[in-house]
């Protein structure tokens, strides 16, 4: 895994679904923050890209699924989505199980501020608990 994907843009399509608050003032800087990112390869992060929430979605589903036969499965529809295909193939390339991105796949609704917040939240705490452990730090 190389690279940190954003997964509602830094500088979203004007013709895409992302909700509004998530680039408001009262939003602050919260594009840059660990609930809005997610590692991923790079070609495949250069791929998904500035996407809309809903072919990001799908595509996260695409890298979640756990079995070759699942992930062609989704990839069916890929046109629907909005996915070409030379990133169809990439995906059926370099694609394997990406238990990261697990979590996104499960994602029924938009991506909100409150998605985000909470995702933020539980990152750090699951973060918490394995370092404070390595560093030999008492969990609170």
Do not use: C
Request: aromatic share 8%; hydrophobic share 40%; charged share 20%.
């Amino acid at each position: 895994l190389g690279t940190l994907e954003h997964i509602a843009p830094q500088k979203p399509d004007v013709s895409g679904d992302w909700a509004g608050s998530l680039y408001s003032e009262q939003a602050g800087e919260l594009i840059e923050t660990l609930g809005n990112l997610t590692l991923l390869p790079h070609s495949i992060n250069a791929s998904i890209s500035n996407r809309s929430w809903k072919s990001k979605n799908y595509l996260y589903k695409v890298l979640a699924s756990s079995s070759e036969q699942g992930m062609m499965s989704l990839l069916e529809n890929a046109q629907e989505f909005g996915v070409n295909a030379p990133t169809q193939q990439l995906l059926e390339s370099k694609s394997i199980y990406m238990a990261q991105i697990d979590a996104l796949a499960k994602v029924t609704d938009d991506w909100t501020v409150d998605i985000v917040r909470a995702r933020g939240i539980r990152l750090a705490e699951l973060s918490w608990g394995k370092l404070s452990t390595w560093l030999d730090w008492p969990a609170q």
